[in-house]
Structures are given as structure tokens and as C-alpha cells.
């Protein structure tokens, strides 16, 4: 029996007075490293926001690693983890005390998560301020602390919502490492991003969204076969520029 | 008229347009629409006020000779007790504008004098802590102009001079601890000294029954202290605040010159270390404290998670810590008269505790129940929501319940039945204000915590029906069963009480708020 898919979306619709996603079909295979990508209001976020259970879509399907959302949302939130470009943190929390939490929240066995804590701490350089509150952290560590966070119980699924925006060199490299090697192990990475770059190293599909529609997808070869030796930039211009 | 840029006239004008955006659209970052039904509502209750100080001094006339001692001491109190209120909010400013900024950042960036930037800000802290005095005392000297009693104009440059004198007080305090403890901790001091400086005069009020142990009501020490200004001679330089509220010319130019010099040495002692406590508490939230190594705590349940969590977000929160403790001051004398070896005024002590547990459980409610940081976090996790929430429930209703359980059981035993239905009646207004947040309130965000009623009319409505029907039920109850006659006057004001304590939260269940 062929394994399910990561995410499968099917006409997957959500209004906010106009139309955010217009029946938006997706598919991601597992073990995928799959970047969406999309002018400032074509329904990314709106759709990763649905996909993570945190709004109520209108219309269509959600099935996470074969599990249906709306049937049983506390079995496929278990096993995804969503990391929306504003942190989800607490400000008057030390990282160690936000990981606790976060682990309680995804009922991971506390011999589990600590050394789990300890080797993400480690690895994205915050084992050093683990005595500061958060509050006072830059918008880099804030976005690897959420990143630590979302990584804690080890999600097959991870979602990502432009989450190197903000981050100087050094931090986006240590991200982009954490989420290849998450790749690497099997897991599952769908993000959103501006930076075109970043979507021509890491992702092995690219789906273009519009208008809450599906432009075009596949992997940058496939994209190129219309455009023969355009960038991912001049592909992604003319596929979204004006007609 | 045309101000020179960069001059302190023109950065007041700036500071003040800003005070006036606050102050119209509601709270402090709201757009800067003003809120015109609100400020013509307000305008009106400001002509109705002048219209009643109009019946008043028509009816009192002119005053003939000079005040009754008696008269300027009260005034002397009231005068006291106000400054110290203005102190408490100018405390509240002081912090606000060295740790949350706002526009200093780019005045401290700005070529303008540290001077300026500084003789603004005291300046607008004193507006801002007189405005809401003015708002009901300038009717006297607006209404005293029109009937040619000018004595009341004094009142202007009184407030002015008590406002200045607070601003000067708490910047100087405040810049004070900063040297002496630091930038972070200031912050908390500095606001717990505030909500301190707010409830001195109760807390003074209480200082006497608290103290004595005779059998006689006590005599509290504000009634102590009046009764020691009786022998001070009208001429004493105490009363000289009094005096110039009630319009004496000298006493007048005397203060008015103490307002003015004390913010004259303020700005000119201070202005640097001002620029240098700013830079201070711009790190302060970088600071780091080692306690020793890191302690991993991963062996909690959720439900251990989450109020450790509540409790942490809110002890380190020292806004939210000020705010709570002002209402624990009110609280703690209360229940320390429990414990006093005299006779107790059972039924006052009864209704004051569960109002104030009541309304204690309602703050921490709505800060723990409503105002979730992240909320995003709690809905992507697979935990179930009902037992976040009742995690939550139990953080905030705990703590009341542990400050009140030992004079609860200490009443108890002094006096069983009334120990038994106080405890009662401060159970339910502690659950009941929980509930009622709970069920009908609208997520919010922590820095709403003061103006929370603004957010959520019905929930506040809610609040204070079943807090005062819990509070009537511990006024008569203990009455009722302890044997006094029951007129139709007890037994419909305990009917009411019982129906409203009780009816209240099936009410907010069936309007509980829904997300989404």
C-alpha cells in the first residue's frame, strides 16, 4: 500500500470577504522539501493557517499524513509543527521554561524532551542565553527559539511560514542546515518564502500560488521547460507579474 | 503661533498633541482616531459639573473672613491625599517613559538638548497627572470667576504646583533607583512604591484597628492625626496647601514657586543622569542574571506546566504585579483583622472579604483566562483545550484561595456558622468572577489589563452584579441564620442577592463568548 501523502488539500477555500484560497488543490509527498511561494496576498499563510488548525476552512479537505483535520485535529496537530513568521512566544519566559511548556503541550515524555531541549539549545547557539527572558532576545534567536520549539517533538510535518525573514547570515544558514538535515531524516518541510534564492537551494517542488490559486508547481526544471534559461525570479515575475 | 523646531516650546506642543491623541482615542497606540461620542460625553458631564459647582456657590455665597481651622484641615487631608495619588500616577509615568519609551528613542537621536527632551517630559507628566484633578475642580474656578468669587482661581495654580511637585517627586525617585538598584529592578520597585504611594491613606486608615487590641473600635490613625492638627496654630506652615486652594494670595505664590522651583532643580540637577538612566533601562531587558546551571524541568503534567507557566508570566510582569498588588493591599488588612483578639464586625468583614476576593480572582482570571500571549501556540498543539483551560482556572483562582484559606479557617473556629458562610460566599464570588471571565470574556492583551472594562462592557457588568450579590449574601446571610428578625426589607434584599449570585452564571453560560 503506497504511503499517504504529508499534506493533501483538496479544493481548499477560504473567504475573507473576497476569496483568500479558491479551491486550492496540494499535494506533498513525505520526506519533501516543498517551498510556496506567491506575491504578498495570494493565500499562503491563509492556507498554511488552515493547515495548522488555526482556521476553520470553508470549504475543501485537509488530510495530514493520511490523518482528516477536521475528523481528528489532536492526532494530526500531534504530528505536525507550524512556525508562523511572527514567533508564537512568550516574552517573559527563559527558552528553557518555553521549551518545557511546549513540550507539555505535545505531551512528549519528559526523558524525550530534555535531551532533545538540550541538543536544539545547543545547536542553534541559545544554550548561552538560556538565563535570559525572551523578551529581550533579537528577532534572530526569537525565530530560532520558535524553530527549537517546533522541532521539540520531532514532527513529521514541518511548516513554515517565511521563516528566514529577519535573520542576519549566520542564523538563516543555521536554520536552512536544521531544516536539510529534518529533511534528510525523513521529515517533511513545506515554507513560504519571499526570498527566491532560498527556494532554488532547498526546495526539491515549487508551487506557485495567485489569487488562492495554484499557479504552477513542480521542481525547477519542470518550471523551466516553459521559460527555457529563466531564473526562478523572471519565471516567478512572469507567471505572477500583470497580464 | 509659530514655534522655532527644536525648541522646547515646540517639542511640548508636540508632546502635548500626543497627550491628546492618547487621550481621545482611549488607550495609548490606538489609532489616532478620536473617539467623538466619548469626548462629547465627556464634555457634557463637564458643563453638568459646572452647572452644580454654579447651584453650590451661588448657594454658599461669598466667604466672609477667614476659613474655620477646622475646614482647612480637612482641606489639608483631602489636599494629602490627592498629592499622593498624583504621586502614584506620576510614578506610573515616570516608568513608562524610561522603560517603554515610546518617542525617546528617536529624541534621544535627535540633535535636541538633554535638557529639553527632559524639561518636556516632566512637563508633560505633570499635565497628564493634573488633567483628570482639573476635569473636576477647574468648574470652581470657572464658575468663581463668573460670580466674582476669584479666590477659587487658586485652584489652577495649586493643582499645577501639587502636579509638578509629584512629577519632580517621582522622576527624582525613580532616576533615584535606578542608580541605587539597577535599571531592571527599578522597574519593579518602582511601581510597587506607586500602587504603595495610591493606598497609603487607607492603608494608614487601617493602621489603627490593626494595632489596637481593646475591646472599643479603635480610632484610626488619619482620626489621630486630625485630631493632633487641632492644635496647630491657622498660621502653620502644614496648612499652607490648604490655604492656597482656598485662595489665599501669599500662600498662593508660595506654593506656586515651590512647584516651580522644585521642577527647576529637577531639570537642572538631573537632566544627564535622566539621558544616562534611559540608556540604562534601554539594556535592562538584555540583562542577564546567572543563577546558577540551567534546571530542566521536563517531568511536569500540562496542567503543571501551564501554572507554572500563568504564575511565572505574571510575577515577572512588574506592570501587572503593581496593578495586583494594589489590589492585595486593600485585601491584607482585612483579613489580618480576622485575627485580632477584639470584637469582630463579622458581617463588614464578611462582605469586605468576598468583594475583595471576588474582584481579586476577577483580575487574575482575566489576565490568565483572557490575556494569552500566544494564543496561535495553544491552538496548533494537539492538547486538549479544556485541560489548558482549567489549568488556567486553577492558576488564578488558586492564589486567592491560599491568601484567604488561613483567616477563613482562623474565623471558623472563632465563630463557626459565620466562619461557615463567609467562607461560602467568598468561594462563590471567587469562582463565580473566574467562571464569568472565563465563559464571556474576549481575548485581550496583557497592557489592556487597566482599561480590561473598555474590552468587554458585558463581562464587567456580570462581574460587578455577582460580586455585589455575593458580598449582600455575606452582609445578610449570617444575620439571617443567626436569629435576627426578618423584616420584608431583609428578606427581599436577601432574596435579590440569592437570585443574582446564583442567576448570574447560568446568564453568561448561555452568552458565553465563542471564538471564531
Given amino acids: ?243 | 503661533m509659530k514655534l522655532r523646531p527644536g525648541s522646547a516650546c515646540w517639542l511640548l506642543r508636540h508632546e502635548l498633541k500626543l497627550f491628546w491623541f492618547r487621550l481621545a482615542s482611549g488607550k495609548a497606540g490606538a489609532p489616532r482616531r478620536p473617539k467623538w461620542r466619548a469626548i462629547g460625553g465627556a464634555l457634557l458631564v463637564w458643563l453638568g459639573l459646572h452647572a452644580l459647582v454654579f447651584a453650590l456657590l451661588h448657594a454658599l455665597g461669598p466667604a466672609a473672613g477667614l476659613p474655620p481651622r477646622q475646614f482647612v484641615a480637612a482641606v489639608t487631608a483631602i489636599l494629602l491625599a490627592t498629592f499622593l495619588f498624583m504621586l502614584s500616577s506620576a510614578l506610573k509615568s515616570s516608568v513608562e517613559t524610561l522603560f517603554d519609551r515610546g518617542d525617546m528613542d528617536l529624541l534621544l537621536s535627535s540633535p535636541l538638548p538633554s535638557r529639553s527632551i527632559f524639561t518636556v517630559k516632566l512637563a508633560g507628566m505633570a499635565f497628564g497627572v493634573a488633567a483628570l484633578y482639573l476635569f473636576f475642580l477647574a468648574p470652581f474656578a470657572h464658575v468663581g470667576l463668573l460670580l466674582g468669587q476669584l479666590r477659587w482661581l487658586a485652584l489652577y495654580p495649586v493643582l499645577f504646583a501639587m502636579a509638578v511637585l509629584a512629577a519632580s517627586a517621582a522622576m527624582l525617585l525613580t532616576l533615584a533607583l535606578v542608580r541605587l538598584l539597577g535599571a531592571r529592578r527599578t522597574r519593579v520597585v518602582a511601581q510597587v512604591v506607586g500602587a504603595l504611594a495610591g493606598a497609603l491613606l487607607f492603608l494608614l486608615s487601617q493602621a489603627g484597628s490593626l494595632l489596637s487590641q481593646g475591646d472599643g473600635p479603635a480610632p484610626t490613625a488619619i482620626a489621630r492625626v486630625m485630631a493632633s492638627v487641632q492644635i496647630l496654630d491657622a498660621g502653620s506652615v502644614l496648612f499652607l496647601p490648604a490655604r492656597a486652594a482656598l485662595g489665599e494670595g501669599r500662600a498662593v505664590a508660595v506654593v506656586a514657586s515651590l512647584g516651580l522651583l522644585a521642577a527647576l532643580l529637577t531639570v537642572y540637577s538631573t537632566h544627564r543622569f535622566f539621558v544616562r538612566g534611559l540608556q540604562l533601562a534601554a539594556g535592562s531587558e538584555r540583562a542577564v542574571r546567572r543563577s546558577g546551571p540551567v534546571r530542566y524541568r521536563f517531568d511536569r503534567s500540562l496542567a503543571q506546566l501551564v501554572i507554572v507557566k500563568e504564575w511565572r508570566l505574571m510575577w515577572r510582569d512588574p506592570h501587572l504585579v503593581s496593578q495586583v498588588l494594589l489590589q492585595l493591599l486593600y485585601l491584607l488588612p482585612l483579613c489580618l483583622i480576622v485575627f485580632r483578639k477584639n470584637a469582630l464586625q463579622l458581617p463588614a468583614i464578611a462582605g469586605g472579604l468576598t468583594m475583595l476576593c471576588g474582584s481579586l480572582s476577577a483580575s487574575l482570571s482575566w489576565i490568565i483566562l483572557l490575556a494569552e500571549d500566544a494564543p496561535d501556540l495553544l491552538q496548533t498543539a494537539p492538547a486538549k483545550a479544556g485541560t489548558v483551560r482549567m489549568a488556567k482556572l486553577a492558576a488564578a483562582v488558586g492564589p486567592v484561595l491560599g491568601l484567604v484559606a488561613l483567616p477563613l479557617l482562623w474565623l471558623t473556629l472563632r465563630a463557626p456558622l459565620p466562619g461557615v458562610l463567609t467562607t461560602a460566599t467568598v468561594c462563590g464570588a471567587i469562582l463565580s468572577t473566574a467562571l464569568i471571565n472565563l465563559w464571556t470574556g474576549r481575548p485581550a492583551a496583557r497592557g489592556e489589563f487597566k482599561n480590561r472594562g473598555q474590552r468587554s462592557v458585558a463581562t464587567r457588568l456580570f462581574e460587578l452584579s455577582s460580586l455585589l450579590a455575593w458580598a449582600g449574601l455575606a452582609l445578610l446571610l449570617p444575620r439571617v441564620l443567626g436569629g435576627a428578625p426578618v423584616g420584608i426589607a431583609l428578606a427581599a434584599g436577601l432574596g435579590a442577592a440569592a437570585t443574582v449570585a446564583l442567576g448570574t452564571l447560568p446568564l453568561a453560560w448561555l452568552l458565553r463568548y465563542r471564538v471564531g
Avoid at chain 1, 219 to 225: F, I, S, W
Wanted: glycine share 10%; charged share 25%.
Fill in chain 1, 1 to 243: 500500500m503506497l504511503a499517504s501523502p504529508a499534506l493533501a488539500l483538496t479544493g481548499l477555500s477560504k473567504h475573507f470577504g473576497r476569496p483568500a484560497v479558491d479551491g486550492l488543490d496540494l499535494t506533498v509527498a513525505r520526506g519533501e522539501f516543498y517551498a510556496l511561494l506567491g506575491p504578498n496576498g495570494a493565500g499562503k499563510t491563509t492556507t498554511l493557517r488552515m493547515v495548522a488548525g488555526l482556521l476553520a476552512p470553508d470549504a475543501g479537505r485537509i488530510e495530514v499524513l493520511g490523518v482528516d483535520l477536521a475528523a481528528d485535529p489532536a492526532a494530526a496537530k500531534r504530528r505536525i509543527a507550524y512556525l508562523p513568521d511572527d514567533p508564537m512566544l512568550y516574552g517573559k519566559l527563559k527558552p528553557v521554561e518555553y521549551l518545557e511548556f511546549v513540550a507539555g503541550l505535545w505531551g512528549i515524555d519528559g526523558k524525550a524532551a530534555e535531551p532533545r531541549a538540550r541538543e536544539l539549545l545547543a545547536w542553534l547557539d541559545l544554550d548561552k542565553h538560556a538565563h535570559e527572558l525572551t523578551e529581550g532576545f533579537s528577532r534572530g534567536m526569537k525565530q530560532k527559539l520558535a524553530l527549537a520549539g517546533a522541532l521539540i517533538h520531532d514532527p513529521e510535518l514541518l511548516i513554515l511560514d517565511e521563516p528566514l525573514t529577519g535573520l542576519d547570515a549566520g542564523a538563516a544558514r543555521q536554520v536552512k542546515d536544521l531544516l536539510l538535515s529534518h529533511v534528510a531524516r525523513g521529515g517533511t518541510v513545506i515554507l513560504t518564502t519571499h526570498i527566491l534564492e532560498v527556494a532554488e537551494r532547498l526546495a526539491q517542488r515549487i508551487g506557485i500560488i495567485q489569487h488562492g490559486r495554484l499557479i504552477a508547481q513542480g521542481t525547477l526544471d519542470e518550471l523551466r521547460v516553459a521559460t527555457p534559461g529563466a531564473t526562478l525570479e523572471e519565471m516567478f515575475l512572469r507567471l505572477t507579474g500583470p497580464a
